[in-house]
């Protein structure tokens, strides 16, 4: 080894606030003093994302993880640890009180995420079925083909306690069963990827980074049903997820662990990929049904749903890419070990999209039941830009948005349908105090009204009306009345729209009403935007005390609806201004005001 | 390989296993690992990928593999690579351009250092390390 030790200082910007530089210069300067700064490199890294504890400190190659380190204590770190071997005891990472453990094995106690299905995501190469193998991969298959009977398997699903990941939450061990039971000779396996939420990536990443795992799961679902075929949906515009799972697929053909007679157990088994052109409402389940059929994607009624009448009018079991990459695990680990994972109600992890308004943007994959907070301010480590937490949105546009009092919520299929969101796919998209409530809802329907199939009335003509009276009510021409108008269109689409899409497009909007009614009343009844997003309801001025005349402004502004002379107080021209924002990025004084 | 049967998948995942955990084993080959899923190429993992082969080809070292992997997570710091190397802490980097993959090369592969302000942590434990199967 080139260095006897590596300190590693936390330098994110929440540990740099408090002192981490501080530390990582007093740990230069004790090395020095001892005479080892030849022997131990100290660095600076990024945000260690365990904000609440820091600053951190990690010493390699023991993986000592000291918390809540003070500048005195590098000394300590330094005399003790890496000159006599042992480590400073009343630093390290307290799990619980009782017991003191520090090593990075234990993981899961001191960090928030936990990975099953993306267990392998970052990990192997997806291009390598050896690389799979090696860490557990089809091992599940192994015993669904040789040491398991159909029966077995179903048990073990439902003892497992896994739900459908693709939103509704329905429990997997039913669909199974359901289909297993069907009196047919022909039987399907779907994979739902027909990802489509905007901001959602979860089941991209889970395909790219690791294909086999959802080859092996639909492989077992066969075995365990009693079909011989799958298919895979996935949208067009995932081209390099779709490379990666047909190399896989070739792979696994050429091991003998897809096609005929699979590692000499009699079962035949195989895959085949079946694009889409990126439909919104082919993520529905029999919407996506029609598109492998080859017809125009458009939800049918259910009953009969498609466990019993599915792809080709045969019994069919669809789920979702992460429901499928949990499938393997628990064949292989077993129900008990799963079910160990979760809260009472909702068993494992679930996978989110982070993004918004946050310092560590991300995939993250945490046990049910982990807290909104946890998940924005300790793993994604807060708002950025020291902004303000305004609210998430959780669920895409079928979803709605919860509000700082919502943060302890923890999160499992009930509590988000209490607090008036839902699971949804895992998108969560966070705001801050920048954003406007009204403007998010009018995105969300602009998205809904865009991807209606247009089949059913109160979706076609519902989402087109709400679109309607959002977009009067940014531009200031709201009245009151529409707040009742718009509650009523969203029941009546709830009841009488033929699918989950037209069932949910109010969503949004009925969710934003209920926790943000001022900030619609705002724009209704004062024609104010209080988050200064709504173009039409804003004007900018210049403050006359702090204007300089540096004639920034009016040299930045498109349309020259700035004026006045050097070094004096500068005007904007109220009727030929365009409300684009550039004067108020623009300037260095804090001179510009938004009304 | 022609296909197999249920024994000789195990015989190969013995295998694969092995080789698998060598790489932590002194004096073994290292390993350059780039997170290349869509997020991290297009954050610039290809440039990334250029920016080592070619660093790599200059200092004419050919005891490294250079490989690919899915997305880690860390979307906020992409591209990210993880740098495997016998005697040294095994790290993941974050905001690897072209430049600092050279600076890994130099710094890290030629004289031992790590190299400072890329490194982060990876956002969860390895559960298939830690309960070693079944």
């Known amino acids: 080894m080139a260095f006897r030790n590596y300190i590693l200082v936390c330098g994110g910007t929440a540990c740099e606030s408090i002192k981490s530089d501080q530390i990582y210069k007093n740990l230069i300067k004790a090395c020095e003093d001892h005479g080892i700064a030849d022997e131990v490199q100290i660095v600076k890294t990024g945000c260690f994302g365990f904000c609440e ?176 075929k799958g298919y895979i949906y996935i949208r067009a515009e995932y081209p390099l997820a779709i490379d990666r799972l047909e190399i896989a697929m070739q792979q696994a053909r050429e091991y003998g662990l897809l096609g005929k007679d699979i590692l000499g157990s009699g079962f035949d088994f195989d895959i085949e990929i079946r694009l889409g052109a990126g439909a919104f409402v082919c993520g529905e389940e029999t919407a996506l049904l029609q598109s492998i059929e080859g017809k125009r994607g458009m939800p049918q009624p259910r009953p009969p749903f498609p466990a019993v009448k599915g792809l080709w009018g045969k019994p069919t079991v669809i789920n979702n890419v992460e429901t499928w990459a949990n499938i393997p695990v628990i064949i292989t680990r077993g129900a008990t070990w799963f079910s160990k994972i979760g809260t009472s109600d909702s068993k494992g992890t679930k996978v989110f999209a982070l993004t918004g308004k946050i310092r560590n943007s991300g995939l993250v994959e945490v046990p049910m039941g982990t807290t909104l907070r946890d998940i924005i301010f300790d793993i994604g480590g807060g708002i950025a830009g020291g902004k303000k937490f305004k609210a998430v949105q959780t669920g895409g546009p079928s979803g709605g948005v919860l509000t700082e009092e919502y943060l302890d919520t923890p999160i499992d299929f009930g509590s988000l349908v209490k607090a008036g969101s839902m699971m949804g796919s895992g998108g969560m998209i966070v705001m801050d105090e920048d954003d406007c409530i009204v403007d998010v809802a009018k995105f969300y329907l602009d998205f809904s009204v865009d991807e209606s199939c247009g089949k059913c009335a109160p979706c076609r003509i519902g989402g087109k009306s709400l679109h309607r009276i959002l977009e009067k009510i940014t531009k200031g021409n709201g009245v009151i009345e529409d707040i009742a108008t718009m509650e009523a269109i969203g029941e009546a689409m709830k009841k009488g729209s033929l699918c989950a899409l037209g069932q949910t497009t109010p969503n949004p909007i009925l969710s934003s009403l209920e926790h943000f009614k001022d900030e619609y009343l705002a724009h209704i009844e004062d024609k104010k935007c209080p988050s200064g997003t709504c173009k039409d309801l804003i004007s900018y001025w210049i403050l006359e005390d702090k204007c300089t005349g540096c004639t920034i402004c009016a040299r930045k502004c498109p349309v020259d609806a700035i004026s006045g002379a050097r070094k004096e107080i500068h005007v904007i021209d109220q009727a030929a201004c365009t409300q684009c924002g550039v004067c108020y990025e623009m300037c260095r004084f804090d001179a510009i005001e938004i009304r | 390989m022609a296909k197999m049967t249920l024994e000789e998948l195990r015989k190969l995942r013995q295998q694969v296993q092995g080789d698998l955990q060598k790489r932590d084993i002194e004096g073994k080959d290292s390993r350059i690992i780039i997170g290349m899923g869509t997020c991290g190429i297009a954050a610039g993992a290809k440039e990334t990928l250029d920016g080592f082969l070619s660093a790599l080809d200059e200092k004419k070292i050919t005891n490294i593999s250079v490989t690919q992997t899915g997305c880690m997570g860390l979307c906020y710091v992409e591209p990210t690579v993880e740098v495997i190397v016998p005697n040294m802490p095994t790290v993941i980097y974050g905001k690897v351009d072209k430049e600092t993959a050279k600076k890994i090369i130099e710094e890290h592969i030629g004289a031992g250092r790590l190299v400072t302000d890329h490194i982060y942590d990876r956002p969860a434990a390895d559960i298939i390390k830690k309960d070693g199967g079944r």
Not at chain 1, 78 to 93: C, D, M, S, T
Not at chain 1, 96 to 105: K, L
Not at chain 1, 130 to 153: C, K, N, P
Not at chain 1, 204 to 221: F, K, N, Q, Y
Request: net charge negative; proline share 4%; with cysteine.
């Open chain 1, 53 to 228: 504890q820091g600053p951190i400190v990690k010493v390699l190659p023991e993986d000592a993880f000291y918390v809540k380190v003070e500048p005195k204590d590098a000394e300590e770190i330094i005399a003790e640890h890496v000159i006599k071997g042992r480590q400073v005891e009343r630093l390290l990472y307290d799990k619980s009180s009782s017991t003191r453990h520090a090593r990075v094995e234990d993981i899961q106690f001191y960090q928030k995420q936990f990975r099953i299905v993306l267990r392998n995501c970052g990990f192997i190469n997806p291009e390598s079925i050896d690389e799979y193998i090696a860490r557990e991969g089809y091992q599940g298959l192994e015993r669904a083909l040789f040491e398991m009977t159909s029966e077995d398997i179903i048990e073990e699903l439902k003892n497992s306690g896994l739900r459908g990941r693709g939103g509704a939450g329905f429990p997997t061990w039913m669909k199974w069963n359901f289909t297993r039971q069907a009196k047919e000779d022909i039987k399907y396996v779907v994979c739902n990827a027909d990802e489509g939420d905007p901001g959602a990536y979860m089941d991209r990443s889970t395909l790219e980074g690791d294909p086999h795992s959802v080859i092996e799961a639909m492989t077992i679902c066969g075995k365990t049903i009693g079909a011989h």
